[in-house]
């Protein structure tokens, strides 16, 4: 339909539902509705037949409103594009332009044309495998129909005199009450007979057409009929209707806005009009042109333009062509040269050689121009797929005895052939394609095999290997525990391959997508060709293997993080993670890696720790999550007063610092490090430097903590008891620093600094400043009773350990706490002549105390560390001050 019918200027779906029922109606079974758009008053509907609807796709329908204001939809166009068989895109635009027969008007609607040119933007086409990145525009298609009212009217000439004109045309042809005329039931169809296009980009067109009603002659017929019992051709008569309608069309606006390159030049055409004007007629009349106050004259307003991608790649090669004239002549004239392409001009041209030969068939001015029954032949047009189709218009006319309106509907049939893909014959194809590129792809890309050598099963068999089918699984996995596995990969390839483990793609601006801890590493390293169990160094991150060539990925978990810790205890991280790796110009290999973790007792808080009866953290949590809990709430009965692994680690420390004593008073090998203060918490001062050993006897440690077993029995007994002391130590930092709240929590430790601003001058104080202070800070973790008792066993300790670490005599005490008169501000001096051994018994005393309050005060105190360098260190000194004046012993304590 050439223009719908409805008035309302809102997008009430009622209108379109009503025409989609009349219509539908009125359609053979099984037509689909492939395309619907709706705008105030523009409607669009496109109807597929049963085997037209399956082949068609990438549907996408756009709205273009330029009315008040340029954006409302009271006119403008609704447009479809839809690709046809995967291989033919048509464009379908329903417009109504800007009304009015002055040039203002005019002029608007080709404005409205230019913004439904520029603002009609398509989906992309989206097919498997085909995806366009750009959306596509009015001129991407291979066959695109401009239809509506276009609104051109008939000017430069009376309405009046066109109107009177038309008229004694009308009632001859139309006149129904017509005596001896046959009445055929429906409409009447003018059938055409064209013998030249109305081209766009020709200036000028001349129509040859035949007008009939009459019935075809009957080929059956064994004689042919008298040449002159055939009619006449109409616009040969200056009396028929025809020859009217040729006298107007070159007054229609249309044809010359397209002569002046103003607007559809750029190939559009239109179909011979054999049909009088479809604008403007009295309601509920055939005939009767707007007897209105108005008076308007008839024009072709409702128009069906069509253009093909030749049509508009012709258009585009005669602009260029013209403008390379246009350089041509430009340059010449600059040089001087006039009329460049006078060349071209060329009226008649003689070969001699060809002189008096028949001329070819067909050549143009030389052949009869005689009547051809087939001279309206499809026209090929190459898509933009590269397939051929065929376009052929049918008919072009209008319907007048249509009476409903002050239009007269116009219709235009067109007969399309086009290619088709076959979607199974497609699939089957791109499948071989596929399959035959994949094989020639691989033969020429690196190529490794991979073998997983399971550590989860190799208590079975230790050469027992699994596939990729499934996880490398570490099994069991504690705090600071290793485990490894090997995966042997072989180039089995034709051609060098270079891989590598890369990190796994995380999501931009995820908050959870953060790099997780270094739980997992991967290297690689190429064994000896002798089963000596001898291992090169490490090759690398990246590693080459020519064919036939293996090497072993190594892939260790190590559980060391903190932070990490607390998680896997807390259940909100788990060990599972894939490696990836990435073989160049090959394809990725995906390892899954995964491993159970064992809780702990490291990484908790004081308030769950109290909370573990005996027989250890793992125990107790299997236990709970046999019951379907895993947690420790806060609400279960308390077994111990502080947390029984502190009491262990204290024990164990002071036990062994006294077997240390005395191995080095027996053992000439053994010595105390007397000039290393910090010594054997300070990991600066240990003297057990084999990490690998060390690293084996904490994990023994720690086994022993989580299962409530003898920490000294954990210890090899053929290590020296200083070593042993020194993992002892580092151990028992490793629990106070994983522990959540700490022993002095943030808010104790804040009411600690209000009420002792100077606790970093614990040195300058006297003896019962200091006492006082002490009493001050007992109070405050009075108010935590679990954390009181957790640090005054710990302080009690460590004063301990620093006492037979720097032992005081009795003389040497005795000689320190004579107090000299007039003087507070030292708290022992001794007199004048006194032991010089005492005071360097003391120094050496004070120099451990303060650096076992240094070490501890950041394990012992939860404090949120300023970043200024100056203000840190001040809260440091602060944190060491609290532990240094428990750490201290009276002098007469010895």
């Known amino acids: 339909m050439a223009r719908d019918y409805m008035n309302r200027m809102s997008s009430d779906p009622a209108p379109m539902k009503k025409w989609k029922e009349a219509l539908e109606e009125a359609m053979p079974e099984g037509y689909d509705l492939v395309a619907a758009e709706q705008m105030s008053g523009l409607l669009l509907l496109a109807y597929a037949s049963p085997e037209v609807a399956p082949t068609v796709s990438n549907v996408s329908t756009v709205s273009v409103g330029t009315g008040l204001f340029g954006y409302l939809g009271n006119k403008g166009a609704v447009t479809t594009r839809m690709l046809l068989g995967e291989t033919t895109r048509m464009v379908f635009v329903n417009c109504h332009l800007a009304s009015g027969a002055e040039q203002t008007y005019l002029d608007r609607r080709l404005w409205d044309v230019g913004q439904i040119m520029t603002r009609t933007q398509f989906d992309p086409i989206n097919l498997a495998g085909e995806n366009d990145a750009e959306a596509e525009k009015i001129g991407d298609e291979d066959f695109a129909f401009w239809l509506g009212d276009l609104n051109f009217r008939v000017d430069g000439l009376p309405g009046n005199d066109i109107r009177r004109l038309l008229l004694l045309h009308t009632r001859g042809e139309y006149d129904l009450d017509k005596k001896g005329r046959k009445v055929i039931a429906g409409e009447e169809v003018l059938v055409v007979k064209s013998?030249?296009?109305?081209?766009?980009?020709?200036?000028?067109?001349?129509?040859?057409?035949?007008?009939?009603?009459?019935?075809?002659?009957?080929?059956?017929?064994?004689?042919?009929?008298?040449?002159?019992?055939?009619?006449?051709?109409?616009?040969?008569?200056?009396?028929?209707?025809?020859?009217?309608?040729?006298?107007?069309?070159?007054?229609?606006?249309?044809?010359?806005?397209?002569?002046?390159?103003?607007?559809?030049?750029?190939?559009?055409?239109?179909?011979?009009?054999?049909?009088?004007?479809?604008?403007?007629?009295?309601?509920?009349?055939?005939?009767?042109?707007?007897?209105?106050?108005?008076?308007?004259?008839?024009?072709?307003?409702?128009?069906?333009?069509?253009?093909?991608?030749?049509?508009?790649?012709?258009?585009?090669?005669?602009?260029?062509?013209?403008?390379?004239?246009?350089?041509?002549?430009?340059?010449?004239?600059?040089?001087?040269?006039?009329?460049?392409?006078?060349?071209?001009?060329?009226?008649?041209?003689?070969?001699?050689?060809?002189?008096?030969?028949?001329?070819?068939?067909?050549?143009?001015?030389?052949?009869?121009?005689?009547?051809?029954?087939?001279?309206?032949?499809?026209?090929?047009?190459?898509?933009?797929?590269?397939?051929?189709?065929?376009?052929?218009?049918?008919?072009?006319?209008?319907?007048?005895?249509?009476?409903?309106?002050?239009?007269?509907?116009?219709?235009?049939?067109?007969?399309?052939?086009?290619?088709?893909?076959?979607?199974?014959?497609?699939?089957?194809?791109?499948?071989?394609?596929?399959?035959?590129?994949?094989?020639?792809?691989?033969?020429?890309?690196?190529?490794?095999?991979?073998?997983?050598?399971?550590?989860?099963?190799?208590?079975?068999?230790?050469?027992?290997?699994?596939?990729?089918?499934?996880?490398?699984?570490?099994?069991?996995?504690?705090?600071?525990?290793?485990?490894?596995?090997?995966?042997?990969?072989?180039?089995?390839?034709?051609?060098?391959?270079?891989?590598?483990?890369?990190?796994?793609?995380?999501?931009?601006?995820?908050?959870?997508?953060?790099?997780?801890?270094?739980?997992?590493?991967?290297?690689?390293?190429?064994?000896?060709?002798?089963?000596?169990?001898?291992?090169?160094?490490?090759?690398?991150?990246?590693?080459?293997?020519?064919?036939?060539?293996?090497?072993?990925?190594?892939?260790?978990?190590?559980?060391?993080?903190?932070?990490?810790?607390?998680?896997?205890?807390?259940?909100?991280?788990?060990?599972?993670?894939?490696?990836?790796?990435?073989?160049?110009?090959?394809?990725?290999?995906?390892?899954?890696?995964?491993?159970?973790?064992?809780?702990?007792?490291?990484?908790?808080?004081?308030?769950?720790?109290?909370?573990?009866?005996?027989?250890?953290?793992?125990?107790?949590?299997?236990?709970?999550?046999?019951?379907?809990?895993?947690?420790?709430?806060?609400?279960?009965?308390?077994?111990?007063?502080?947390?029984?692994?502190l009491f262990k680690l204290t024990e164990a420390v002071e036990i062994m610092t006294a077997r240390a004593i005395a191995d080095a008073n027996m053992i000439e090998e053994h010595v105390v490090p007397a000039d290393k203060p910090g010594w054997p918490f300070d990991e600066t001062a240990w003297l057990f430097k084999d990490q690998e050993s060390r690293d084996s006897q904490i994990v023994a440690l720690i086994e022993a903590l989580d299962n409530d077993r003898p920490l000294i029995e954990a210890l090899p007994v053929e290590v020296p008891s200083l070593y042993r002391l020194e993992v002892l130590s580092e151990v028992l930092l490793l629990f106070l620093s994983g522990l959540t709240d700490g022993i002095i929590t943030a808010a104790l430790w804040a009411k600690i600094e209000l009420v002792i601003p100077n606790l970093g001058a614990a040195v300058a104080r006297s003896s019962s400043e200091l006492e006082d202070d002490k009493t001050s800070v007992l109070d405050i973790l009075a108010m935590a009773p679990n954390h009181n008792i957790a640090f005054v066993f710990l302080t009690a300790t460590l004063s301990k350990v620093v006492a037979e670490l720097a032992p005081i005599s009795r003389s040497e005490a005795e000689a320190l706490t004579v107090q000299k008169p007039n003087r507070r501000s030292l708290s022992f001096r001794r007199l004048t002549g006194g032991n010089a051994a005492a005071d360097a018994a003391l120094a050496r005393r004070r120099m451990r105390e303060r650096r076992v309050g240094e070490v501890f005060g950041k394990a012992v105190c939860r404090v949120g560390l300023p970043a200024r360098d100056k203000e840190r260190k001040a809260v440091e000194e602060k944190m060491r001050g609290v532990l240094e004046i428990f750490v201290r012993r009276p002098l007469e304590d010895g």
């Open 195 to 645: 013998s030249k296009r109305v081209d766009s980009d020709d200036d000028t067109s001349t129509i040859d057409t035949t007008l009939s009603s009459e019935p075809s002659f009957d080929d059956s017929e064994s004689s042919l009929p008298d040449p002159d019992d055939f009619m006449p051709d109409p616009g040969e008569d200056p009396a028929s209707l025809q020859a009217t309608l040729d006298s107007l069309l070159p007054h229609d606006q249309l044809r010359r806005v397209i002569k002046e390159k103003k607007a559809f030049h750029d190939g559009w055409r239109e179909g011979p009009i054999t049909f009088l004007p479809s604008y403007k007629y009295d309601v509920g009349t055939v005939s009767l042109f707007d007897s209105s106050e108005k008076q308007r004259a008839p024009s072709w307003c409702d128009r069906i333009l069509y253009r093909t991608r030749k049509d508009r790649e012709e258009h585009e090669q005669k602009v260029k062509d013209a403008e390379e004239a246009k350089k041509k002549d430009e340059e010449m004239t600059a040089r001087g040269i006039d009329h460049a392409t006078d060349d071209d001009d060329v009226l008649f041209s003689y070969d001699p050689d060809a002189d008096g030969e028949e001329p070819p068939t067909g050549e143009a001015g030389l052949d009869y121009d005689e009547y051809e029954e087939d001279d309206n032949e499809p026209e090929e047009v190459v898509t933009k797929e590269g397939f051929t189709d065929r376009i052929q218009l049918d008919i072009y006319t209008s319907h007048q005895r249509i009476v409903s309106s002050d239009h007269k509907p116009i219709i235009s049939i067109f007969t399309l052939d086009y290619d088709a893909v076959v979607p199974d014959l497609k699939a089957k194809v791109h499948a071989e394609v596929a399959k035959e590129l994949d094989r020639a792809e691989n033969e020429g890309r690196p190529l490794i095999t991979l073998i997983l050598d399971n550590p989860a099963m190799q208590a079975k068999d230790e050469h027992e290997s699994i596939g990729l089918s499934e996880a490398v699984d570490f099994g069991d996995i504690g705090y600071r525990s290793r485990h490894t596995a090997s995966v042997t990969i072989a180039n089995t390839g034709r051609v060098p391959a270079k891989f590598a483990f890369v990190e796994k793609p995380t999501i931009e601006g995820d908050p959870d997508a953060s790099s997780p801890p270094a739980w997992l590493s991967s290297s690689f390293k190429r064994t000896s060709g002798e089963d000596n169990g001898e291992e090169s160094p490490d090759l690398g991150s990246e590693v080459t293997l020519e064919p036939g060539e293996t090497v072993s990925g190594v892939l260790e978990v190590y559980v060391s993080d903190m932070s990490h810790v607390r998680a896997l205890n807390d259940g909100r991280a788990s060990l599972e993670d894939i490696l990836v790796l990435r073989v160049e110009d090959g394809r990725d290999h995906f390892i899954p890696v995964r491993a159970s973790w064992l809780p702990t007792c490291f990484g908790r808080s004081i308030d769950e720790l109290i909370r573990i009866p005996d027989g250890g953290i793992r125990a107790f949590l299997k236990l709970r999550a046999e019951k379907g809990s895993s947690s420790i709430p806060y609400d279960l009965d308390v077994h111990c007063a502080a947390p029984k692994e």
